[in-house]
Each structure stands twice: as structure tokens, then as C-alpha cells.
């Protein structure tokens, strides 16, 4: 237990569903970020938020949806996807400005789009 | 330009047998933390040991150790007496202290497999 729980650890879903991801760090810690791992391939950051903030979005498509309601909770809202969307999609969170302070990640949610 | 590289695949090892994963990063901050990550089939990224730049001596947790030169920026991980439960994919990150959000950057990882 990292301290980082992320629902759903697997998820199925049609290209037309709407299905959100959801991230939850109870650590204290004041950044939190979406990574996506696709098979055989490294670690793609997504979004980074900073005390709720959005603070970068690498050229993520627009049918992923990042939600910060506050410091401790992260949603990533799903629609319309495709299937090379299928991918490990890992949460994990940070105290911002404590270089020597490593990152906690969640388990990460399997998501298969067909 | 790549800011971490492992520039090893696949790495398989003897069990109770050392193993050296690489680890080579590019940054002209000069305060940065470098870290290692342990990612089980199961998924969840563990982390495993960190390096700060402005440290004098080499870290060690248990049996991972990491040496770092900093002239040659690269940050190895060595795993001695290898066991079955190592096997995993392996990761290599840099926090600069001037980035967004202490955000971390990954390498591509590196495999590896103990043999029995």
C-alpha cells in the first residue's frame, strides 16, 4: 500500500462509453499527476496539477479529461476513445518543491477499449 | 534530447548473482534528485532508492546500491545477490528543481529477468 488508491484497477469500455478514472493520496502531498504506459513503450506523462491547479498538459487529446476537485483527489474523464488508447493509466503524487522526496504511485488502472 | 536513458532493453541475471542497470541523464540544473523505480507485473511503480545531486557518497538501501558519477551524469543501479522476485522492469527518473510541479522524468526502462 503506497498510499495512493486508484479506481478502477481494470476497466473495459466502447469506444462511445463515458467512464472516469479516480485517483485518491491521503500523504499530504500538493501534486499529483496522470501518466499513461502503453505496451512496450515509456512512461508518458499526461497532466501534472499543483494545489489543484493544472499546471501542464502534453498535447493530450481532448476526449481525456483531467479533473482536481482538491489536493487529495484526481479524476481522468474518458469518452469517445479509441483503442490505442488501451494502456496502464497511472496516478501517482508528490510534495511539489521536496526534490529528495520520491513519488508515490497508485496501481494504475487497465483500461482495454474495444 | 533524451533527459534519461537506459540504454538496456533486457537484462537477465543469474539468481544470487550482481546486476548493473544503466542509467545516463542530461540536465544543466545543477541541483537534481535521481531516483529508481521497481515495476512488477502487477503494475505499481515502487520506488526503490534515490541520489541527490549534491551528495558526497554513493546510496544504498539493502541490496540496491547506486553509483553515481556526475561528471559522466549517469546514475547506475546495482541489485546484489539477485533474486527470483527482481525480475521486473526497472526505471530511471531525474526531478529538476526547477520543473513544473517536481514533476519526474522517465527513461524507457530496462526488463530484467533472474534466472534460477
Known amino acids: 500500500e503506497t498510499g495512493v488508491t486508484q479506481t478502477p484497477r481494470h476497466l473495459v469500455m466502447g469506444m462511445t462509453n463515458k467512464k472516469s478514472l479516480k485517483c485518491e493520496q491521503h500523504?499530504?502531498?500538493?501534486?499529483m499527476y496522470w501518466y499513461k504506459q502503453s505496451a512496450k513503450k515509456p512512461l508518458e506523462l499526461m497532466f501534472v496539477?499543483?494545489?489543484?491547479?493544472?499546471?501542464e498538459n502534453n498535447s493530450v487529446p481532448s476526449r481525456f479529461s483531467p479533473e482536481c476537485p482538491n489536493s487529495s483527489h484526481l479524476f481522468l474523464h474518458l469518452h469517445t476513445l479509441q483503442p490505442e488508447d488501451s494502456a496502464l493509466y497511472l496516478c501517482?503524487?508528490?510534495?511539489?518543491?521536496?526534490?529528495?522526496?520520491?513519488?508515490?504511485f497508485g496501481q494504475g488502472t487497465r483500461l482495454t477499449v474495444v | 534530447a533524451q533527459k534519461i536513458t537506459q540504454t538496456q532493453p533486457g537484462m537477465f541475471v543469474q539468481e544470487k548473482e550482481a546486476v548493473t542497470l544503466d542509467c545516463t541523464y542530461d540536465?544543466?540544473?545543477?541541483?537534481?534528485?535521481l531516483f529508481w523505480y521497481k515495476q512488477p507485473s502487477s503494475g505499481e511503480m515502487i520506488f526503490l532508492i534515490y541520489?541527490?545531486?549534491?551528495?558526497?557518497q554513493n546510496a544504498t538501501e539493502g541490496r540496491y546500491s547506486l553509483n553515481f558519477q556526475k561528471a559522466r551524469k549517469s546514475a547506475n543501479l546495482v541489485i546484489s545477490a539477485s533474486q527470483l522476485g527482481d525480475s521486473a522492469m526497472y526505471f530511471c527518473?531525474?526531478?529538476?528543481?526547477?520543473?513544473?510541479?517536481?514533476?519526474?522524468?522517465f527513461g524507457d526502462g530496462t526488463t530484467l529477468t533472474v534466472k534460477p
Open positions: 541520489q541527490g545531486s549534491y551528495d558526497q
Open positions: 527518473a531525474m526531478r529538476e528543481d526547477n520543473t513544473n510541479a517536481g514533476k519526474s522524468t
Open positions: 496539477y499543483n494545489f489543484k491547479e493544472q499546471t
Open positions: 500523504l499530504g502531498h500538493n501534486a
Open positions: 501517482a503524487s508528490s510534495q511539489a518543491g521536496a526534490m529528495n522526496t520520491e513519488a508515490f
Open positions: 540536465t544543466s540544473d545543477p541541483s537534481y534528485g
